[in-house]
């Protein structure tokens, strides 16, 4: 349902700028999908949400597909691209409790209450602010995770992205957003993309228009930030970005599976370049998979760069050991 929220709100846009086209929207399911009993963490597929509709694209079966960017690997198969950024959601995890806990904080309640989350990244931050609390892993779709919430006495809260609830209508459930400070976020988290062939010049033309440029330069720091840790979803890396005065902020964290161990910094770099015409060969310059016609190149540039040395300031610090020891410990 939330998939298809996504891709109504973008075939929305575009029909608005595009007024004479006519757009059909093919529905299937992915690999992630359909294997709900095991953890993300676990699967051990890269592409575990694109895949399936990767190969549509590449059969030119469908000419775009709408994905949650936190869902695409920093690294795209050769031949596509995101074509379109569009402009970010609250990027923020949220609380959603039990009935029962309506009106409680995570801090409020009981010790051992049982919290449930599919991600890594949060419950090493959350297991290291509560440890009086106990985190489990839920899988499935929104509606399933909050059915599972609902109708089950297994556990008091669980953590889900803002962005989704308040797409789906469902905002008067959250009853606490997790700040920067409780908890950093996912890279991309709360921003769509939609992915097109990379040569296809007409489809990358039209979509280009939907690119939010603020939400555009914060995913590639935050892709570039991720993609130098060789960090996925089988290790906690976690972001927080900030534009302000042509100043972009970005501060990055990894942690242990368990929390106790982090290294987080924070760096920022200007990023006020005029757009400047480069039309040419290099028109279509990707940045972590990103083809941003409309955004000045060097401003992407910088904001790669930027995701680039801080990674490599926690890697110089010791976040190598700490993310190795997460991915084997997962593995295991």
């Not at 095991?38 to 030119?60: M, V």
Request: proline letters at 4%.
């Amino acid at each position: 349902q939330l998939a298809r929220i996504q891709t109504d709100s973008v075939v929305e846009m575009l029909r608005e700028l595009y007024p004479n086209l006519c757009f059909e929207i093919v529905a299937m399911s992915t690999t992630g999908d359909k294997i709900l009993d095991t953890a993300l963490s676990k699967i051990g597929e890269k592409s575990l949400f694109t895949k399936e509709l990767e190969n549509a694209l590449e059969r030119n079966e469908v000419d775009l597909v709408v994905h949650s960017l936190k869902d695409l690997p920093t690294s795209l198969p050769p031949g596509f691209t995101i074509g379109a950024v569009c402009k970010r959601e609250n990027p923020l995890d949220a609380v959603v409790f039990h009935p029962k806990n309506c009106g409680k904080t995570l801090s409020l309640l009981p010790e051992k209450s049982v919290i449930g989350t599919s991600s890594l990244r949060r419950a090493a931050q959350l297991k290291k602010k509560f440890p009086q609390l106990e985190f489990r892993d839920i899988r499935g779709n929104l509606n399933t995770r909050l059915k599972k919430l609902d109708e089950k006495e297994d556990f008091s809260a669980i953590i889900l992205a803002a962005a989704g609830l308040k797409r789906m209508g469902w905002e008067n459930r959250i009853g606490q957003l997790l700040s920067p400070e409780d908890c950093l976020y996912a890279v991309g988290q709360g921003a769509l993309a939609v992915e097109v062939r990379a040569k296809d010049q007409e489809i990358l033309n039209m979509v280009s228009a939907l690119h939010d440029a603020d939400t555009v330069l914060r995913c590639i720091a935050e892709r570039a930030f991720m993609k130098r840790l060789e960090g996925g979803c089988s290790v906690p890396v976690a972001v927080n970005t900030m534009l302000k005065d042509g100043q972009l902020y970005l501060t990055g964290a990894v942690y242990s599976l368990d929390g106790s161990d982090s290294l987080k910094e924070t760096m920022q770099t200007s990023v006020n370049y005029p757009q400047q015409n480069e039309d040419g060969p290099d028109d279509n310059v990707q940045h972590v998979g990103i083809t941003a016609k409309n955004v000045p190149g060097q401003a992407q540039e910088a904001a790669e760069n930027l995701g680039v040395e801080l990674a490599s300031l926690l890697l110089s610090k010791g976040a190598k050991h700490i993310l190795s020891v997460a991915r084997q410990l997962n593995d295991a």
